[in-house]
């Protein structure tokens, strides 16, 4: 029994950390899309976005979340996508891109450090999320 209360208590505070790291990514990442949509930079990026974004059957600021992610991890692209109103489609799209192609700066450098050539690393890898992108987005455009 006394196992069993310490593996709670340990789980509990681990959960709790776990929790407050991720409050600490979320918050500020969802407070800046907030602003973003709503400021004068938001129409701009629909405008300049909705060509290429129309290709993976998204909307124009699906940019922000794909941005996002570029720079953040998953959870960046969550909060981001929270400031939005996608369909289930669109928020599958998105996902399946930014799962590809995420935290390219972090990454593209780790890479780097353990002997891979950071830029065919991160090209590998746009290509493949532009392609992963383009299939759901038609999948999801059928069947979603």
Known sequence: MKK???AIKDGTIKGLKTGVFLLKIMIPV???VVLIKYSPVMPWLQKLFTPTMGLFKLPGDAVVPIIT???TDEYGVVAAMGG???TAAGITTIAMISLTFHS???ESAIAQK???P?????LFRLVFAVLIGLLIGWVGGVFL
């Open 84 to 86: 939005f109103d996608f």
């Open 104 to 106: 390219i700066p972090v």
């Open 114 to 116: 353990i002997g891979f």
């Open 4 to 6: 069993f209360l310490l």
């Open 69 to 71: 992610g570029v720079f």
């Open 118 to 122: 950071a830029l065919p690393f991160a």
């Open 30 to 32: 969802y407070l800046v």
